[in-house]
Nanobody, 123 residues
Framework: QVHVVESGGGLVQSGDSLRLSCTAS????????MAWFRQVPGKEREYVAS????????DYGDSVKGRFSVSRDNAENLVYLQMNGLTPEDTAVYYC????????????????WGQGTQVTVSS
């Protein structure tokens, strides 16, 4: 059983930074790509970022390029999402996902998801 847990969400002001963390247990963490998505009520879940199994390759959604950075620490079974220059448009529930054979922005490729962590950015 794979268990994915996100943490680090909260309420921040516009322009602030925040770092989210995610851990996945139940499988060999270092073998699998990881991804971040986000969702606001009434909208589809949006791709944010992905990282390959060893951290050498990263990819970002257009709305966060240049502001967000994804990284991982395989020794600690953790993946991070560093978010800089936050705006109210970044307010969402952020989800961590794993289970895809390769890093991708396609939601359907991921088999395992966390419960999400709320990020709220005030203006």
């Amino acid at each position: 059983q794979v268990h994915v847990v996100e943490s680090g969400g909260g309420l921040v002001q516009s322009g602030d930074s925040l770092r989210l963390s995610c851990t996945a247990s139940g499988r060999t963490f270092s073998k699998w790509p990881m991804a971040w998505f986000r969702q606001v009520p009434g909208k589809e879940r949006e791709y944010v970022a992905s990282i390959n199994n060893n951290g050498a390759r990263t990819d970002y959604g257009d709305s966060v390029k240049g502001r967000f950075s994804v990284s991982r620490d395989n020794a600690e079974n953790l993946v991070y999402l560093q978010m800089n220059g936050l705006t109210p448009e970044d307010t969402a529930v952020y989800y961590c996902a794993t289970g895809s054979l390769f890093p991708t922005g396609a939601r359907s490729a991921y088999d395992y998801w966390g419960q999400g962590t709320q990020v709220t950015v005030s203006s």
